[in-house]
């Protein structure tokens, strides 16, 4: 039995996924099983699944219909047979020693759970590390709950940069009806299951591609950035109940999500949509009347100072 199961979800990423299995090969901690769960790709991705599989016999392929990235997700857990759980998205890569020093660390410290720095990489090439180059941190699970809402971030709400027990899982599972944000759920969930200590590698060890596109492809997906506004207010409420103290810590994150997302989601649909003027004015309404819905909260907060309050309210109020 493995180790380490690595779990990927693919769908239509034919360019990007042998490096990312590649990745996964050249690891120097070898004791791994790697789940490859087809979502129903209508590319090469399938094919290229399936002759890795027959090039190594640690490497198991899923085929499905197209079901979403949570469903994917949750194959590949319901296949696992590690004692240990990582994710990776199926456009990334890992740095060769990424697994062993995050293992080593757990074992060291005797952390359950490990969390390593990552960069963006930009399609000319560029990269940006996301996480100061420093000492590691043993995380207490209270500062690993408080960790979530950094700004700027550190440990980040993703999946893909964390190592996992499964037997805390049991049978804790992606949010299928989510299309956005049901990473960052699922890691509250795991968080209110797990109560150990982290150990937070502060290297880029995962490397996350930042390609061109959109999470608005296909069309405004505003419905799904809604959907995601809810997730965060829904975490602030579980993560109140785990530590009071930390109520407004998250909450406080949960609207710089509304702030940012709304902003540079009106900006790539003015920019990509224009002739869905209509569409993006209601948008950037229903965020208003969402903090507007809130500022009774928004008032107590201790997290936010007199004059965000105030930008708050001004911004509520759509007053320029």
Not at 121 to 142: F, I, N
Not at 300 to 306: L, P
Request: net charge neutral.
């Amino acid at each position: 039995m493995p180790k380490l199961s690595i779990i990927v979800p693919i769908y239509k990423v034919e360019a990007y996924l042998p490096k990312c299995i590649e990745s996964v090969l050249a690891q120097s901690f070898q004791d791994w099983e790697l789940i490859l769960v087809d979502d129903g790709s209508p590319d090469a991705c399938p094919h290229i699944c399936d002759q890795y599989a027959a090039r190594d016999a640690r490497i198991r392929v899923i085929h499905q219909n197209n079901a979403g990235v949570s469903s994917a997700r949750n194959r590949g857990l319901d296949a696992a047979v590690g004692e240990l759980v990582a994710f990776i998205d199926p456009d990334d890569y890992l740095r060769s020693d990424c697994y062993e020093l995050m293992l080593e660390a757990m074992d060291r410290t005797g952390a359950g759970m490990a969390i390593c720095g990552f960069l963006y990489e930009y399609p000319d090439g560029s990269t940006e590390p996301r996480v100061a180059d420093g000492a590691e941190v043993l995380l207490s699970h209270h500062e690993l709950v408080k960790a979530q809402f950094d700004i700027p971030w550190t440990i980040r709400t993703v999946t893909y940069n964390k190592i996992f027990q499964k037997s805390v899982m049991g049978g804790l599972r992606f949010d299928e009806k989510l299309r956005a944000s049901e990473d960052t759920l699922f890691l509250c969930n795991y968080l209110e299951r797990y109560t150990g200590t982290a150990i937070h590698i502060c290297k880029p060890l995962y490397v996350n591609l930042q390609r061109a596109g959109s999470a608005m492809h296909g069309g405004l997906a505003l419905d799904d950035i809604t959907s995601s506004f809810a997730v965060h207010r829904k975490i602030a409420d579980i993560t109140g109940k785990l530590y009071a103290d930390l109520f407004d810590e998250a909450y406080y994150y949960y609207l710089d999500c509304v702030l940012w997302k709304t902003r540079s989601s009106l900006n790539t649909a003015s920019r990509n949509f224009p002739e869905q003027q209509k569409l993006i004015r209601a948008f950037a309404s229903s965020s208003r009347h969402r903090i507007w819905r809130e500022m009774s909260q928004i008032l107590r907060c201790r997290r936010i100072g007199y004059k965000q309050k105030l930008f708050f309210l001004l911004y509520a109020l759509d007053i320029r």
